[in-house]
């Protein structure tokens, strides 16, 4: 059985940091493409960053680009999403995901930490 676990929400001031894990199970971690994805009231969810199986290349929004980075431990079964200079805009639901493409695509979902901005 496939498990995602999220950890590492929370509430935060404006400007300040938070890393956001997931631990993942039941799959073989490094064949997996791992992204955050994040989700606030009323919106679509939204991609926030992605990395490749060995960790080489990484993608971001726009919106996080400069702020946040993704890294992995496939020796840990584990992604990590470091997030600096928090906006209150960047608070959501942030769930992990991962992703294998074979002759069909296998598709994870971890169940969200919510991370929330304030003062």
């Known amino acids: 059985q496939v498990q995602l676990v999220e950890s590492g929400g929370g509430l935060v001031q404006p400007g300040g940091s938070l890393r956001l894990s997931c631990a993942a199970s039941g799959l073989t971690f490094s064949r997996y493409t791992m992204s955050w994805y994040r989700q606030a009231p009323g919106k679509e969810r939204e991609l926030v960053a992605t990395i490749t199986t060995t960790g080489g290349n990484t993608d971001y929004a726009d919106s996080v680009k400069g702020r946040f980075a993704i890294s992995r431990d496939n020796a840990k079964n584990t992604v990590y999403l470091e997030m600096n200079s928090l906006k209150p805009e960047d608070t959501a639901v942030y769930y992990c995901?991962?992703?294998?493409?074979?002759?069909?695509?296998?598709?994870?979902w971890g169940q969200g930490t919510q991370v929330t901005v304030s003062s």
């Open positions: 995901n991962a992703v294998f493409w074979a002759l069909t695509t296998l598709n994870y």
